[in-house]
Each structure stands twice: as C-alpha cells, then as structure tokens.
C-alpha cells in the first residue's frame, strides 16, 4: 500500500480541508504516515496570508525534495498558495508534480492517475462557480477518536480588506445548505464528538437558508453536542440576533474570536475595515453585557503602509480598553493582488525593525493582560471538555473550559468526559489545577491515539 504525508500550514479551514484531502486519498488505497521520508506521495497543503507561511512552505519543499531524488515521492501543493500561484510554482520548483486549488481537492484521485498514467506534471486551480458549487461531506470515520472536530459551514469572503489575499485564494461567499451542516454534525456525535468549531472564512455572514445564529442554535439542538464554537467573524456582521443567541443559549461556548485589526481609525479606513474603534467597541460592549462570561480574542496587524506612531499607540490604548484573553498579531505582509500592495508607497512604507519594535510592544502588553486574565482563575473550580492526554506531560490530562482556556491537570478522566478542575497555577497561556467530579461522561468511549500519530504536521 502507498503511504502519504500532508504538511499543512495555516488555518482551521486548511486542517479542515486536509481531512477532506486524506479521505480522498484513502478511497484511492493510500495509507497515512508520520514519516515523510516513508511517504510515496507528499502533499503541501498551503497558506497565503502572510509571506512567512510562504516562505516556511518553500523551505519545506526544498526538504521534500531529497526523498523525491531518493525513492522517487510524488510531490503536490495544495491550498491558498497553489490557488495564487498555479503554474508558477512548477517552475519556481521542478521536482513538484502538481498543484490544485482549494476547489479542486476531490479531484485529487484524478490528478495522481494523471501524474502517474500519462507522465505529466498537473495544474488544477480552475473556480467552481458558486452555483455549482458542493461542499464536500466528511466522512465522519475520520474523526473517530477526536472529542473536537471543525465543520465547514462556508467559503470565501466578499469583504476584500486592503491587506487580504483570500477573495483571491478562496473565492466569492458561498454557504453551505443548513440541512448538510446539522447531518453532519449528527454523524461527529455518532463517532464520539462532543464540541464543533463552524468555520469559514467570515462565518457570521452565512446565508445557508437561515441566518448563522439560527445556525448556532439549531447545531446546539442536535442530540450529544455539549458546546458549539465559530471562526472567523467581521466585527459589521456581529448582530443583534447572534448577540442575543449568546445570551439564551448556553451551548454556545463563551469565545468570540472579533478580528479588529487596528486601533486607528485612519488605518481601519486604508485597511478597508468597515467601522470606527468605537463602533466596534459599542458591539463589544453589547456581547459582554449579554455573556458576562465571554472570553473575546483578536487579530492586530501592526505596521500597515501609512500606520504612524500615534496610530500605533491608538492600537496599545485599545488592548487594555478591550482587555482579549488572547491576541494574534503580526507584522504588516504585503500580498499579492491587494489594494496594500498598490497603495504602499502612497501610503507610506513601515520600516521592518520599526514594525518588529512596535509588535514586541504589543505581544508583551498582551501577554501582561492574559497572565492577568487567567491569574484570576487561580482557587477556582472550571468546568473543562477532556480532550486526551496533556501534550506536554503524558501523565496528565488535557482540555478546554467553554471560554476555549487550555487547561493541563493531574487526573484519568477518558477523552469526551466533562470534569470540575481545581486551578492551581496559570500562565499567559494556560491553566493548570487537579480534577474534581464528573459532570458527564463521554457517550461513546473514544480510544485515545498515541500523541504523534497524526497523519499530516500542522505549521
């Protein structure tokens, strides 16, 4: 039997759509492995939103290329990456046998027979138009053994930020029929999932037949699912009605991921961000009073072309205002095809040390908030979802309390319980404590896979 690999890199929708790309592959007789230097067939699965996820997948490729010239490995790259680069990426790198886009990862069967019956090396990026478009249905199999799983509820974006990529790499908005979302969220329970993340790459502007929050509060009404989650959302698609599913309904996990991106308005205006720092905090204001409990997280680009240091400091003013759990921030990456790009040198080009100097700033205020945020967790009893065992202490469990905090604690409760876990100590980005009661145990019992036996690396 074939053996393959996957390397994926970037988001949630990338993990989601290597699921889809290993079923596809294990229809056609291969087997995983954790071993690239094993694998007959290599599969980059790729991220286009900064040019540091670019430039690690062309490192790997360059490692990928000896077991090429070694045992003869096929070698294909997929994702947002191939969707913009197509047949650029043959010839930026000859030992690479084809490229597909996100659309074309059912036809992954079909790409191999052609690579290996006709000899060619293959390009497929061509859009599925919306209309015709079918979202692939997981096989819920794979999942088998998992307590979390993601399902996506749509593709694309229709927003076109200055700074984005993915209207290019991804397409036009499309969502997926309702009916598809809660069957297969049916079938995760039947293998043993308790917790469902709704992705997509602007999930709250679903028009699946219904609104997202009639969305969320349908999917907490399938029978054996504990907790609902969603990413990503725009803050000008934070309604009322998604507020308000928030405050009736509990299964709804208190974790709102609201990228704001910058805290000057000028710089929002360029980014093309569609509300004031204030309008986004008057929304903000209105989900913390409907969840009291909620934990909110963010996106921040710093550096944007123009962004000056008042602007920069506008940005800091709003972190401790917002006071997120968490914060993802990166330096300013100018992408292919954008209005930034074309713009840049109007705006005015950000040096790169002053962006390193200013994201320092922000990550170290961030973390000084998250210890604080969690550090008032410390004598407290959380509710925590048992996902395994710890990733870094095998001898302890792992899990999440419905605000999404990592929580490492000394105990056996099996993967799928719900405990009481007593917090002991914290850090920025974890708790740690000792389990209490069992609120409720797993349904079906989910075997637990050694921690490595993952059949792709995520980057």
Known sequence: MKRYFIHTFGCQMNVNDTL????????????????????????????????????????????????????????????????????????????????????????????LDRVAKDRVRVVDTAWVDSEEYVFPRADPETSRGKVTEFITIMKGCDNVCAFCVVPHTRGREVSRPFIDVLAETADLVKVGVREVTLIGQNVNSYRGGISFAQMLLRTCEVPGIERVRFTTSHPHDLSDELIEAFRVQPKIAPHFHLPVQSGSDPVLKRMRRDYTVEQYLERLAKLRAARPDIAVTTDVIVGFPGETEDDFQKTLELTERAQYDGQFSFVYSARPKTMA???????????????????????????????????????????VLVEGRSKTDETRRFGRTPQNRTVNFDGDAPAGAIVEVHIERSSASSLGGKQGRTLSSPAVVVPEKPIDADSCVVA
């Open 341 to 383: 790009l074309l713009k840049e040198e109007e705006w005015g080009v950000v040096p790169h040390e002053v962006k390193v100097e200013r994201l320092d700033r922000l990550q170290a205020l961030q973390k000084r908030i998250s210890q604080q945020l969690n550090a008032q967790n410390v004598g407290r009893t959380l509710e």
């Open 20 to 111: 889809r790309m290993s079923e596809a592959l294990a229809k056609s007789g291969y087997a995983a492995t954790v071993d690239y230097e094993r694998a007959d067939l290599i599969v980059l699965n790729t991220c286009a939103i900064r040019e540091k996820a670019e430039d690690k997948m062309h490192s790997a490729l360059g490692r990928y290329r000896q077991v090429k010239l070694q045992r003869g490995a096929v070698i294909g790259v997929g994702g947002c990456v191939a969707q913009q680069e197509k047949a650029k990426l043959l010839e930026r790198s000859p030992w690479v046998d084809f490229v597909f886009g996100p659309d074309a990862i059912q036809n992954l069967p079909t790409i």
